[in-house]
């Protein structure tokens, strides 16, 4: 070719393979979420979480001198796609680790994958034992259901004074059934009396039926482990019906949709969670400034603090292990002991769960208020 | 040997030259090929329902679910048995996951014919309806049997799904749908399709070919199911709802109600369109239901379909 | 005995609105022999329209709410005609599963594309009209439950007048019994069957901003459950049979919440479905239909 062409095409030449000699230095990890679909209001905030931690690792030199490029997929809060989509990143895109995810259902999805690939992932709110149980690659940083059932259980006898509960919980999430299992023993045995247990369905709207049955059971207060979306809905029938006794729940109630539907139904109601923003502690401030300057003023919930976490607690066990090397990162993930994050210190236990404390929030005139810490 | 009988065994061999070499193809492609392969078989044997007999179905994904969480339970509960403490070898394995597809498909097909024989006395929106609802019926149950799993869902299911399987029943799924079509139940599917009351009134049972072609839907539909779960691992009852009738629906109306070829095809399309389309993942659906309605206006007899439209009954 | 009055209240209120939606599904039958499987989700429109004028009216006054209510119902009325015209009309002689399937194409399409442009997550609806506690001894009534009950009896007493009492109503009944023959007397067809579709969907956005009001968390997805279950309504009462279509949401509703409000809760969905299936096998006509004779 002419001469006149050759010298800018080697210019082309020497550029591409400078970007690629770029992105080949950065550090892929993966991550997949429910950004669209039903369960959207929760993948997106943690996927902004996980994104400031990301930005902030990055802009202070990223990790081991190299920057972290993230790649995330959507799996459409859809049962199915989260193995297509973990397929992908890991085989297609090359990642050392995997983030994700907050569901619990979607989180047993993905595990066996990648725990046969030996990508080690790490879950920032999926709270079902079982997540963990799959393999030794998989880890959380969030505390699991066991713990926070018993938490709620105490709650319930020794802050409410309620000695019959009745339980209104979903059939149709892995989450409610899960939750609501692990408060019946710790509560029965502390010597609480569960005098009636009602199901309903995922995106039900009427409760009604199972309201007037637990009206008549006469309780002390009414445990609905399920999602904002029913749990407000419950509390504003419950008060249409002339319950006054209070609700409380898990973190599933934790969207500021439970404020705007319930309105003033929720007030007097409590639920247990991971973190508060209104944690006086200088990283939790820190954090919250840092996310509303980033995300156009939005504070940040539990699942946008443990997403952040989770990327930070994993971006921690590459350096210390020193490379990207599965084996190690996992080893080093294990090796964790008094990470300090905006949700409290990370430990890793023998089961690769974090033993974390747990916060109980009160709503009191229509805000999220911090009541307590509970340390497990 | 019948020609059929050699088409079909030189496909069996076909897909096991193509599992030898699997594992030198990237596993997110072999993860898009066995989807395929697994929408294919339930896409030829919902066709052989609405397609060839005419029988508009909206629950295929039920079957689909009985065949997944029975074929699971074989596996999880039945195979420590009988593989034994060291998991067994990979002809013990292999049985093992056969003989659970087989439970699997029975099943389906066993619900086929309770479903079927009540339901299918009804016509056109009815039918649908009904199937609709045994769709969500099956679907509810299981969401409340605890011992399957209840809303945690069913894992971890042991991954014995590959290439070889999956494509030995699309296989086999395509020779007796084919073969079946192009018997004298072909002829009776067909006189059922076209004008039940003219069918009725030669002589023939024409409940009796809306019973088989639905029962071997079903069992087709069941197999796929077990694949599917031995393949993602895990399974959850929503995964089985009205949508994912639809989504084979879809499939069978994109390809030509009736034309096995091209609702091949189509499942193919319909499985590799989404991997492609991840970057608008958002607007799939809205996608596919613009695709519904346009394909109903302009060529009902569907995208990949060369011969006559679906002929007219009698009004 | 309470908790009994309680729960019939309950099932009421709830067989109302299953009744609203179900007016509509047998009306578009019983002039047009078939299913409108959109109609569902022109009741989630409704409800979304009722949700953004809801935002325009100042709060709590009465006005405001026949405002909200009426828009939705105009709003919807014009959108059921159009999908009538667009989609439905050119089909008119194909056979009918090929409408059915546009049915189905139509409907996913306004639930999927709800979910694009409204997002997913559910939204709440304004208290357009303040909600009161009554209580009556020990049963509690809520003032939207009531709203809900007499709302969907006086829209049923108007569309009673309207197919009984009119001139339109007498040409949908002759269209709806024999279309050639209503063609050959001078009923214009098209227009007919454009009305019907405005007024069923009108009927089905009035439904989707009652049912808001009582219940006001809205999402896209919110006309599928309904739908199906004022479907079943429907085909009880006797599909074509506006009264059918009343006790059918009143049998339907009352079961319903007998069952959620049991131990078999879990199953409070699966109900519905039973019930679909049995009426359709032991008496298809519904209880109040006519057992239809077909001409070969």
Request: hydrophobic letters at 50%.
């Amino acid at each position: 070719m002419s001469a006149l062409f050759r010298f800018p095409l080697l210019l082309l030449l020497l550029g591409f393979a400078c970007l690629e000699l770029h992105s080949q230095t950065a550090i892929k990890i993966g991550e997949f979420a429910s950004l669209t679909g039903k369960e959207a209001a929760f993948g997106q905030s943690s996927h902004k979480g996980t994104v400031l931690a990301i930005e902030t690792i990055n802009a202070a030199g990223g990790v081991l001198g190299r920057p972290i490029e993230l790649l995330t997929e959507d799996n459409q809060s859809k049962p199915g796609e989260s193995t297509t989509a973990v397929r992908k990143l890991i085989s297609r895109d090359r990642i050392v680790a995997l983030l994700g995810e907050v569901a619990s259902s979607r989180s047993l999805e993905a595990a066996p994958i990648a725990q046969g690939a030996h990508i080690p992932m790490v879950s920032p709110s999926s709270t079902n034992p079982k997540v963990t149980q799959i393999g030794p690659y998989i880890f959380r940083v969030c505390f699991i259901d066991p713990f926070q059932g018993a938490v709620l259980a105490k709650f319930a006898l020794d802050t409410l004074h309620a000695r019959r509960v009745g339980v209104l919980s979903s059939v149709s999430s892995a989450y409610s059934v899960g939750l609501a299992k692990y408060f019946r023993a710790p509560y029965s045995a502390a010597g609480g009396t569960i005098a009636i247990e009602q199901k309903y369905s995922e995106g039900d709207k009427d409760f009604k039926a199972q309201l007037t049955a637990i009206r008549a059971a006469d309780v002390d207060a009414i445990f609905v482990p399920g999602y904002y979306t029913e749990a407000a809905l419950i509390a504003k029938q419950a008060r249409e019906l002339g319950l006054t006794v209070p609700l409380f729940g898990g973190d599933g109630w934790e969207a500021p949709e439970l404020l705007e539907i319930g309105g003033t139904a929720v007030d007097g109601c409590y639920y247990s969670t991971h973190y508060s923003p209104e944690n006086p502690a200088p990283v939790v401030q820190r954090f919250v400034k840092a996310f509303q300057a980033r995300w156009g003023g939005e504070t940040p919930d539990a699942m946008a603090a443990l997403g952040y976490d989770s990327a930070l607690v994993l971006a921690d066990a590459i350096k210390r292990a020193g490379s990207t090397d599965g084996a190690r990162i996992r080893d080093a993930l294990a090796a964790t002991q008094e990470f300090a994050g905006v949700t409290g210190t990370t430990r890793m236990d023998a089961d690769r769960n974090a033993t974390k404390a747990a916060v109980i929030v009160e709503i009191k005139d229509g805000r999220f208020r911090f009541l307590k810490a509970v340390a497990p | 040997m019948p020609r059929a009988h050699q088409i079909l065994c030189v496909a069996l061999a076909a897909c096991f030259g193509v599992w030898w070499f699997s594992d030198r193809i990237d596993p997110y492609l072999l993860d898009v090929i066995t989807s395929i392969g697994i929408n294919i078989i339930l896409a030829v044997s919902l066709n052989l329902v609405n397609g060839y007999t005419g029988q508009f179905s909206l629950g295929h994904a039920g079957f689909m679910a009985i065949g997944a969480y029975l074929s699971g339970a074989c596996t999880i509960f039945l195979g420590p048995q009988w593989l034994g403490p060291d998991g067994g070898n990979p002809w013990s394995q292999g049985m093992l996951f056969l003989g659970a597809l087989l439970v699997g498909g029975l099943s389906a097909s066993v619900a086929g014919l309770l479903i079927g024989i009540p339901s299918l006395r009804l016509k056109g929106d009815y039918l649908a309806l009904v199937t609709l609802g045994f769709g969500e019926i099956i679907r509810v149950i299981f969401q409340n049997t605890e011992a399957l799993g209840g809303a945690l869902g069913l894992s971890p299911i042991p991954a014995y799904t590959n290439i070889l399987w999956t494509y030995g029943f699309v296989t086999l799924t395509v020779f007796v749908v084919v073969t079946l079509t192009r018997s004298t139940y072909g002829r009776g599917f067909l006189a059922t399709r076209d004008d039940e009351i003219a069918a009725e009134a030669v002589g023939l049972d024409t409940t009796r070919y809306k019973i088989v072609a639905f029962v071997v839907g079903a069992f087709f539909a069941g197999i796929a199911g077990g694949l599917y779960g031995h393949y993602k691992q895990s399974i959850y009852p929503t995964g089985f709802d009205f949508t994912k009738s639809i989504e084979i629906v879809v499939m069978v109306i994109l390809g030509g109600m009736g034309n096995t070829l091209g609702v091949i095809l189509a499942a193919i399309l319909l499985t590799a369109l989404p991997e492609v389309l991840r970057p608008v993942a958002e607007y799939r659906m809205v996608l596919y239901s613009f695709l519904l309605i346009v394909l109903m206006l302009a060529r009902p007899q569907g995208l990949f379909n060369f011969r006559r439209p679906g002929a007219k009954p009698a009004s | 005995m309470i908790e009994f009055l309680q729960q019939l209240l309950n099932g009421l209120s709830l067989g109302a609105i299953y009744a609203l939606i179900a007016l509509g599904y047998t009306m578009v039958y019983g002039v047009l022999r078939f299913i409108n499987f959109a109609h569902s989700d022109v009741f989630m429109v409704g409800a979304f329209v009722g949700y953004y004028l809801g935002r325009l009216v100042p709060e709590g006054t009465v006005w405001g709410a026949l405002v909200v209510l009426a828009g939705s119902m105009a709003a919807c009325a014009v959108l059921g005609m159009t999908i009538e015209r667009l989609a439905y009309r050119p089909l008119r002689g194909s056979p009918t599963l090929n409408v059915l399937i546009t049915a189905i194409g139509v409907s996913l399409l306004l639930e999927y594309s709800g979910q694009v442009f409204f997002g997913a997550a559910p939204r709440n609806f304004p208290p357009v009209i303040p909600s009161a506690r009554i209580s009556l001894g020990g049963l509690v009534l809520s003032s939207n439950q009531l709203i809900v009950i007499f709302g969907t009896c006086g829209l049923m007493w108007a569309l009673r007048l309207v197919v009984l009492r009119t001139r339109i109503g007498m040409a949908m009944r002759a269209v709806s019994l024999n279309p050639q023959a209503a063609r050959l007397v001078g009923v214009n067809n098209d227009v007919i069957i454009s009305f019907t579709f405005g007024l069923g969907s009108a009927l089905a956005g009035a439904g989707g901003v009652l049912y808001a009001i009582n219940y006001p968390s809205i999402d896209p997805l919110m006309g599928v459950m309904p739908g199906l279950k004022a479907f079943v309504c429907a085909v009880l009462g006797g599909i074509g049979n506006i009264p059918g279509a009343a006790l059918g949401g009143l049998i339907l509703g009352t079961t319903e919440t007998f069952v959620g409000g049991s131990s078999w809760s879990t199953y409070k969905d699966a109900i519905a479905f039973a019930v679909l299936i049995v009426i359709l096998l032991v008496r298809p006509g519904g209880l109040l239909g006519r057992p239809s004779i077909e001409k070969v």
